[in-house]
């Protein structure tokens, strides 16, 4: 791929906040996607970077550094059915790469 | 309702016998992709096509083929499947203003 790095596994109990890290090689960078993943189904859609700051969505915001290849995205009031497999991944005009995904468990 | 079709969803094949997993979107979107998705390697490119007639190839395209004559469909051809080609398969269709990557249900091929 292109050197995505994100976190294998987190866990977090119901209601904390978790942050999930992603760093990436800078060079022909578009954009950067977040996506969630449940066991057996299909990538979901939570957001798409391509300016550097930090943009909200609900209870998850994700955050972009263009300059230092770096994004996070952030789960707030973390519930139980936020037990997912999340997916950092950056564009190259139309080539997609995506990170091996970042388990979080959420505890009650 | 916007979608991302996939056919077959499950199929278990033999070496070397040709297969066509198909992929249709009605969201009119120019942009469609394959990916294959293994554990511990997340979900890697193999082919993309920005447009009618107009297919690339990505990661791992090495025994797939893909063909666009239609915005609507993206079929992933394999001519002769072998046992590494098992795998869990993702299409994707792109909607390039806001980037938003859809994706259909997937299809489990396992090759003995």
């Known amino acids: 791929g292109q050197n995505i790095d994100q976190p294998t596994e987190m866990t977090a109990t119901e209601g904390a906040i978790v942050q999930i890290n992603c760093t990436y090689q800078?060079?022909?960078?578009?954009?950067l996607f977040w996506y969630q993943q449940h066991a057996g189904e299909a990538p979901t859609f939570l957001s798409y970077?391509?300016?550097?700051g930090l943009e909200e969505k609900g209870r998850f915001s994700s955050f972009l550094s263009r300059s230092k290849g770096y994004s996070y995205l952030l789960l707030k009031e973390l519930q139980m059915k936020d037990s997912a497999s999340y997916l950092c991944?950056?564009?190259?005009?139309?080539?997609?790469?995506f990170g091996a995904g970042t388990t979080v468990t959420v505890r009650a | 309702e916007a979608q991302v079709t996939q056919n077959p969803r499950y199929l278990i094949t033999v070496t070397g016998k040709k297969l066509t997993v198909t992929c249709s979107q009605n969201?009119?979107?120019?942009?469609m992709s394959w990916y294959r998705q293994d554990p511990g390697l997340g979900l890697r490119q193999i082919y993309y096509?920005?447009?009618?007639?107009?297919?690339d190839k990505g990661d791992v395209p090495e025994g797939y083929k893909v063909s666009r004559k239609e915005k609507r469909n993206f079929p992933l051809i394999l001519e002769s499947p072998s046992p590494n080609q098992t795998s869990l398969y993702f299409c994707?269709?792109?909607?390039?203003?806001?980037?938003?990557?859809?994706f259909g249900e997937g299809s489990r091929l396992t090759v003995l």
């Open positions: 991944a950056r564009s190259n005009d139309y080539k997609l790469s």
């Open positions: 800078t060079s022909g960078f578009n954009g």
């Open positions: 970077n391509v300016l550097d």
């Open positions: 969201m009119n979107h120019e942009y």
């Open positions: 096509s920005m447009n009618v007639e107009v297919t």
């Open positions: 994707a269709s792109q909607n390039r203003g806001s980037g938003e990557l859809f």
